[in-house]
C-alpha cells in the first residue's frame, strides 16, 4: 500500500506548532485591534473573472483553477484539445480558482458591500492563500497571509501607521528587523527619463530580483524585455544608489528633476519619512531603489520587510494602491495594505527561538487516573479547577504511574496531582511538578491554588 502524503509546498503542523502559528496570529491580531482594524473573511475560492489579470502574467501562471463540478470536459471538442491551448481551455473548463492573495478578493468584497461599508474602512484579515510557485525554503504553495488595509483615504498618515505596525509586530516578535519602502511613482520616474515609461512593468519585475538574481542577470533580463543599452546603462546609478534616505532622496531631485510623476513620488517619501521621525520606531528604515513589489496593481509608497539576523525571502510587504477597486466597477477609491507572512515568521521564531516558554503550553494540571482512586473523587477536583479557569485534563484510563507521569512530561504539563485511596484518607492531595520534580501535598485543591497562585 502507498504511503500517504502531502502535496509539495504544504505542510502539517502538530499541536506544538499549532501553538506557535496561534501566538504569532495573535500578536498580529492584537496589534490590528490596538490600531483599530475590524476583521472580515471571504472565501478560499474566487470566480477566475476576479483573480485574472491582478497580478500580472507571472501571478496569472501561479494561480490554482479548480476544474468545474462534473464532466468539466463537456463541449470540449475534440480540435481544441489536441491543440493544446492551456489559456482557452481554462476559460472553458475552469470557473474558480484558489485565492493568490487577500487584497484582490478584498477589493471583490469592497465593491460588493459599498453600501453597507462606512469609509475610510480599515479592516484585517488572517487566512490561507494558495499559489502555484516552485516549493523551497521560505516559499510555499499553501500559506496564511495577516492582511491590513484602509480604503477610501488618500492620506499618507495611512502608510506612516502601517510602518509602525510593523515595527510594534515585529517589536513584539523580538525579531530585527529592516523595513524597506519605495514609491512607484520614483519607479516610473525612472523609466520616463530613460525614455522606457512604456516598459515600467518590466523594469519593475525585473529589478525585484536584484537581490536573488545580482545585478548582471538583472541586467541581462531588461535586455531580453527589449529595453535599450543606453537606457540600462542610465539606470545603473539610480538602482546602485548608496548614503541615507534623505542623501538618495536629494540625489533622486537631482536625477529626477525632469519627471513630475518621480518627483511626486519623492514628495510622498519625504512626508513619510517627517512623520515617522516625529513619532519614532525601533526598527531600521531604508529606502531602498530596487524594492519593486512585482503586483502590479502598486501606485504608490510600497514596503517590504527583511529579517536581519535569518537568511529568509521578505516576511512583510504591502502598499498604496490607486486603482484596485476600479477593475471592479468601483473607480477612485484608494487603498494601501500590507501583510504578514505568518508562515516565513514561523520559520524566523523557530530559527530564532524567540517564542515566549509558555507559547506551547496547553494543559496546566492533569489528574492520574490510579487503580484504586474514585473517578468521581477526580470529576470534582477536575470541575473545581476547570471552574477556576486552570486548563485541565484527566488521564481517561486506569494505567501505571509512570505510564501516566510519561504522558504528562511528553506534553509538557507542569503539574500532576495524585488522589489515591490513601490520600482520601489523609484528606489530601498530592502535587507533583514535572519540571523540578518537586512533590508537595495540599489539604485541598483550592489550597493548592492558593499557594502557587493559579
Not at 484582490?104 to 484585517?124: G, Q
Not at 525585484?208 to 531580453?224: A, F, P, R, W
Not at 502590479?296 to 520587510?305: H, P, R
Request: proline share 3%; aromatic share 8%; hydrophobic share 35%.
Amino acid at each position: 500500500m502507498q504511503k500517504p502524503s502531502i502535496p509539495k509546498g504544504t505542510r502539517d503542523f502538530s499541536p506544538e506548532e499549532t501553538a506557535k502559528r496561534n501566538y504569532i496570529f495573535d500578536t498580529i491580531r492584537s496589534v490590528y485591534h490596538l490600531y483599530g482594524f475590524k476583521q472580515i473573511e471571504t472565501p478560499a475560492m474566487e470566480n477566475l473573472s476576479t483573480l485574472m489579470g491582478k497580478y500580472g502574467e507571472e501571478g496569472d501562471k501561479l494561480l490554482f483553477k479548480i476544474l468545474n463540478s462534473g464532466d468539466f470536459l463537456n463541449g470540449i471538442t475534440d480540435d481544441e484539445l489536441l491543440a493544446r491551448n492551456p489559456i482557452k481551455l481554462t476559460n472553458k473548463i475552469s470557473e474558480k480558482g484558489l485565492r493568490y492573495d487577500l487584497t484582490v478578493p478584498f477589493a471583490r468584497y469592497v465593491v460588493m458591500h459599498r453600501n453597507e461599508i462606512t469609509f475610510p474602512f480599515k479592516r484585517y484579515q488572517i487566512q490561507p492563500v494558495w499559489r502555484a510557485d516552485r516549493p523551497q525554503k521560505g516559499r510555499y504553495r499553501e500559506f496564511y497571509q495577516c492582511d491590513a488595509d484602509m480604503v477610501g483615504s488618500d492620506s499618507l498618515l495611512n502608510e506612516v501607521e502601517l510602518i509602525r505596525i510593523m515595527d510594534e509586530v515585529y517589536h513584539r516578535f523580538g525579531i530585527r528587523v529592516c523595513i524597506k519602502i519605495n514609491n512607484r511613482k520614483i519607479l516610473s520616474g525612472m523609466a520616463e527619463i530613460i525614455g522606457e515609461s512604456e516598459k515600467i512593468i518590466d523594469i519593475t519585475v525585473a529589478i525585484d530580483k536584484l537581490d536573488k538574481i545580482g545585478l548582471e542577470s538583472v541586467n541581462k533580463e531588461l535586455e531580453e524585455k527589449g529595453i535599450s543599452h543606453d537606457a540600462i546603462k542610465r539606470l545603473q546609478p539610480i538602482i546602485l544608489l548608496n548614503g541615507s534616505n534623505r542623501e538618495k532622496l536629494n540625489i533622486l531631485k537631482r536625477e529626477l528633476i525632469n519627471s513630475d510623476t518621480g518627483m511626486k513620488g519623492i514628495e510622498e517619501l519625504e512626508i513619510i519619512f517627517d512623520k515617522i521621525d516625529l513619532l519614532g520606531i525601533r526598527s531600521e528604515l531604508e529606502l531602498d531603489l530596487t524594492l519593486a513589489r512585482g503586483l502590479n496593481y502598486y501606485t504608490g509608497a510600497i514596503f517590504e520587510v527583511k529579517a536581519l539576523d535569518v537568511q529568509i525571502g521578505s516576511i512583510t510587504g504591502g502598499g498604496r494602491y490607486d486603482n484596485l477597486t476600479g477593475v471592479f466597477g468601483m473607480p477612485g477609491v484608494s487603498g494601501v495594505g500590507i501583510s504578514f507572512g505568518a508562515d516565513r515568521i514561523f520559520d524566523v521564531l523557530n530559527q530564532l527561538d524567540l517564542y515566549p516558554e509558555n507559547t506551547t503550553q496547553s494543559t496546566q494540571v492533569i489528574l492520574l487516573n490510579l487503580e484504586d482512586v474514585d473517578e468521581n473523587n477526580l470529576l470534582i477536583s477536575l470541575n473545581q479547577l476547570r471552574v477556576q479557569g486552570i486548563r485541565t485534563e484527566f488521564y481517561p484510563d486506569k494505567a501505571k504511574f509512570n505510564k501516566q507521569m510519561t504522558y504528562a512530561r511528553n506534553n509538557k504539563i507542569p503539574y500532576v496531582i495524585i488522589i489515591d485511596k490513601e490520600d482520601v484518607i489523609q484528606n489530601r492531595i498530592r502535587v507533583k511538578n514535572t519540571v523540578t520534580e518537586e512533590q508537595k501535598e495540599y489539604k485541598n485543591v483550592q489550597e493548592f491554588l492558593d499557594q502557587t497562585g493559579s
